[in-house]
């Protein structure tokens, strides 16, 4: 940010101007970061406002509930912490694994000898509380179905296509002085930043896909079916199902499996055949229909790994959250991540002699624990679908989704 002298040799600041592409989790925090700041931010989010039920669908590729744990906890109340207690209200304190096996018995591992724990959050509903927060500001603007076409940083100048009621598109063009990019894995601002620096990329799609399911609250006490104080999980070894507690007492499910054996499940009957074989207690727990339902309904999604060096462009453009660092997300940090990349740029920005070196220095602190953490990541798969259930495993327990 600039500091400059005034007439009394007071130090004036002057708001820059930042736009931030992509109103997901990470591009709301940073959104707040710098406006809360000082400077002058627009937020362009290529989907329509996700606070809009009829939006709500648009946010199909994500997964319902996720776990928040310090490094994401820090990253908010490092900006607002009125805001962040507010939010964790609404979390629900996981203290450790719930292990199930193929009898339905359960076993727990605890997280931490100190009782330290994580929690699970609505994702909408802590992205809604940042964009409530943002709207509250008068020096941050909101644009909703505008999506990144090109940037063109000699002029420091982006255009995006704004997706008319109409059906139409037209072209808006909009000058910054930093681009932020938080447009997720598959970033356009990473993209367009490729054609200004040397920017080595690397991806990788992991052979198994997702599917979500649900467990609802029970039938007639309207209580959680399982203990919501765990992180559920049924451990298959090449495959597993896990289970996260929502407010409404029901649980969010994800089914990670290679994608041949998604495709050898043709059908309900063979749906149920292998839920009573490898998960006979869910199949109580959420219901023959319920499974059928959401197994036709929902989508099985890929997870992808990428790592990109440097996340930055000069003083001009920077990238954050999964656009510079999407990780599998078996060790539940992808999020918390971009928000300690939030966290650690705005340090960064708050200490450095100019934003040139802000961001150079960005860069060099964060690339290297990014891709260690993206290393955990896909570490955390085989500790999380197997390890769990050997009996070293359970003698020396070093991994911890923390
Ligand atoms: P995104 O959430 O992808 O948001 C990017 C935004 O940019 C979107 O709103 C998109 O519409 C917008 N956008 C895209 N292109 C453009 C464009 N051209 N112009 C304008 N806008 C654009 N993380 C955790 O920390 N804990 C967990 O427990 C966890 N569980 C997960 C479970 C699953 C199954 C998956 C798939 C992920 C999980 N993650 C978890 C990871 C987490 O979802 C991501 O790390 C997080 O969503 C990244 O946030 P982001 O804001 O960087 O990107």
Redesign the pocket.
């Known amino acids: 940010t600039t500091l400059s002298g005034s007439s009394d040799g007071a130090t004036i600041y002057e708001p820059q101007k930042a736009v931030v592409?992509?109103?997901?989790?990470?591009?709301s925090l940073a959104a707040l970061y710098f406006a809360k700041g000082g400077w002058q931010v627009t937020v362009?989010?290529?989907?329509g406002d996700l606070r809009n039920p009829e939006n709500r669908s648009l946010n199909f590729t994500?997964?319902i509930n996720?776990?928040?744990s310090e490094r994401?906890i820090n990253g908010l109340r490092t900006v607002d912490p009125e805001l962040t207690e507010s939010i964790l209200e609404e979390a629900i304190p996981m203290h450790g694994r719930m292990i199930h096996d193929k009898k339905g018995r359960q076993s727990s591992q605890k997280y931490d000898v100190h009782k330290r724990f994580i929690r699970s959050i609505d994702r909408s509903g802590l992205n809604e509380r940042l964009l409530d927060e943002l709207d509250r500001m008068n020096n941050v603007e909101l644009k909703f179905n505008?999506?990144?076409k090109s940037l063109s940083l000699e002029k420091n100048e982006a255009v995006f296509e704004r997706r008319l009621g109409s059906g139409d598109y037209e072209n808006v063009r909009v000058q910054a002085d930093l681009f932020i990019g938080?447009?997720?894995?598959?970033s356009?601002t990473r993209r367009q930043m490729m054609k200004y620096v040397r920017l080595n990329y690397s991806q990788e799609y992991i052979d198994s896909l997702?599917c979500e399911f649900t467990i609802p609250p029970h039938p007639e006490t309207g209580d959680f079916q399982l203990d919501p104080n765990h992180l559920h999980i049924w451990p298959r070894q090449k495959f597993m199902f896990i289970a996260l507690p929502n407010q409404d007492r029901s649980f969010t499910c994800?089914l990670f499996m290679p994608e041949d054996m998604f495709k050898d499940i043709v059908g309900p009957e063979a749906l149920l055949g292998f839920f009573r074989k490898e998960f006979p207690d869910v199949v109580s727990l959420a219901g023959e229909e319920n499974l059928i339902g959401d197994y036709l309904k929902n989508q099985k999604l890929p997870?992808i790994s990428l790592k990109c060096n440097p996340y930055h462009y000069r003083n001009k453009c920077v990238i954050?959250?999964?656009?510079s660092h999407?990780m599998v997300?078996f060790y539940?940090?992808?999020?918390?991540c971009?928000f300690e990349d939030v966290r650690v740029l705005w340090e960064h920005i708050c200490n450095d002699a100019t934003l040139t070196e802000a961001l150079d220095n960005y860069t060099a602190e964060r690339h290297p624990d990014c891709v260690v953490i993206n290393d955990l990541a896909m570490n955390n798969y085989v500790e999380m679908r197997a390890s769990v259930t050997s009996s070293s495993y359970l003698l020396k327990k070093h991994f911890q989704e923390f």
């Open positions: 592409i992509g109103a997901g989790p990470v591009g362009y989010e290529l989907r994500k997964s996720l776990a928040i994401g505008h999506s990144l938080a447009d997720g894995a598959h356009q997702w994800t997870l954050l959250g999964d656009a999407a997300p539940g940090q992808g999020m918390n971009g």
